[in-house]
Structure formats: structure tokens, C-alpha cells
């Protein structure tokens, strides 16, 4: 079983749509769970930062975890075709390594 | 403010030959990671680096290395390259190494022939 899965996609969507982006984990020792956004032939940035369960919002950006699920989400309301990139889950136990998904890729189209 | 640079931005080696990636963290941060994104693939952790040691390394082979300077920017250096190591090694840096909280650069898109 692999320690992050997340669906490559890609996600299309109509600009404007609310977008859900999902990853699961299986390392319970997980503690921080980001999400980061790579554009094309960029390097990422993150985009939100969580701590345990929960919450968390941003602008037109949510992020929710479930820890007795294993399972954290990102979404997208009101989505712009400037939201089109990569968008890669994080996790990390609170050791010097940080453990990403392979990305999903979304096209928000206009 | 100056975010993390790194250079080179694209380079082309052949195998058996050696590379060095240099990377300047943000300002502010004393903490320098390296990753390796294969095409289509999340991020890699190769190792951290911090007060000039490297304080964990990823499931990589002794052909990475890497150095962190007083300053600390920080050095990259593969050896014997193989094809497989095409990839954009990006550098991280953070204040703190422990949360996952990462600024990356842009990258060294490295393709080896």
C-alpha cells in the first residue's frame, strides 16, 4: 500500500464550478497536511497549511482533514481558469521529510 | 524580499558525467531541502540540510550529495549520472525543517542523454 494516493486526474472543469481535490494516506504518524499548487514548469507553493483535524479556509480555498479516516481535501469554489495547475497533497510526522502526492492536474476552462 | 533562486535552470549532461545544482534559500530561513520531481510524479525528499550537516536523508543513493554553507545556500552534487536522473531538482528552504511548510524554487530541470 502506498503511504499518499491522489488521482493524477486530469480534472476539467467550467470556470466557475466548485472543485474537490482528494488524497489518502496510510501513516497515522502524519501530523501537517498541505496542499501545494504547481504551475507549469514552476516549482510549487503552498497554498494551505493545516494541523490535525479539521477546517481550515482561505479565500475561495477550503481544506478539510479527516485523520480517522486518513483522508484530507482541497476545494475550490468559484473556480478561475487561473486555478488550472498541478495540485499536490503534503504530509509530514514532524520529522525533516515532507512526503507529497503525485499531483492531480485541473484545468478550469473559460 | 528575495524568494529561494536556483541555477542552473536547465542543463544537459551525458551518462558518467557529474553535475553540481546550487541553490540561495529565502531570506530569513537556515533550513535547505532537495527534492527530485520525476516527469508526472510528485516531489522526492533527497536530503536536509541544516547548520551545514545533513540532518535526513531520503531513499537515494551515495552518488547525492550535498553541502550547505555558511550562509546557507546550499550545494546539490550527483555523480555517475544515469538516465534515470532526469527530473527537476528543486530546492526548499524553511525556518524550520519540521512542519512541512516548504518554499520551493523554480528548479534545475536536468536531462541527462
Known amino acids: 500500500q502506498k503511504e499518499v494516493e491522489q488521482d493524477p486526474g486530469p480534472l476539467s472543469v467550467p470556470e466557475g464550478a466548485i472543485v474537490s481535490l482528494n488524497c489518502t494516506y496510510s501513516n497515522s504518524a502524519f501530523q501537517y497536511f498541505m496542499w501545494y499548487r504547481q504551475y507549469s514548469r514552476k516549482g510549487p507553493e503552498l497554498l494551505m497549511y493545516?494541523?490535525?483535524?479539521g477546517n481550515k479556509e482561505d479565500g475561495r480555498f477550503t481544506a478539510q482533514v479527516d485523520k480517522s479516516s486518513k483522508y484530507i481535501s482541497l476545494f475550490i469554489r468559484d473556480s478561475q481558469p487561473s486555478d488550472s495547475a498541478t495540485y499536490l497533497c503534503a504530509f509530514s510526522t514532524g520529522g525533516f521529510k515532507t512526503i507529497f502526492g503525485a499531483g492531480t492536474r485541473l484545468f478550469v476552462k473559460a | 524580499d528575495a524568494g529561494v533562486t536556483q541555477s542552473p535552470t536547465h542543463l544537459i549532461k551525458t551518462r558518467g558525467q557529474q553535475v553540481t545544482l546550487r541553490c540561495s534559500p529565502k531570506?530569513?530561513?537556515?533550513?535547505v531541502s532537495w527534492y527530485q520531481q520525476a516527469l508526472g510524479q510528485g516531489p522526492q525528499f533527497i536530503f536536509q540540510?541544516?547548520?551545514?550537516?545533513?540532518?535526513q536523508r531520503g531513499n537515494f543513493p551515495d552518488r547525492f550529495s550535498g553541502h550547505q554553507f555558511p550562509n546557507y545556500s546550499s550545494e546539490l552534487n550527483v555523480n555517475a549520472l544515469l538516465l534515470g536522473d532526469s527530473a527537476l531538482y528543486l530546492c526548499a528552504s524553511s525556518d524550520r525543517g519540521d512542519t512541512g511548510e516548504l518554499f520551493f524554487g523554480e528548479g534545475s530541470r536536468l536531462t541527462v542523454l
Open positions: 540540510y541544516y547548520e551545514e550537516e545533513e540532518r
Open positions: 531570506s530569513g530561513h537556515d533550513t
Open positions: 493545516t494541523y490535525s483535524s
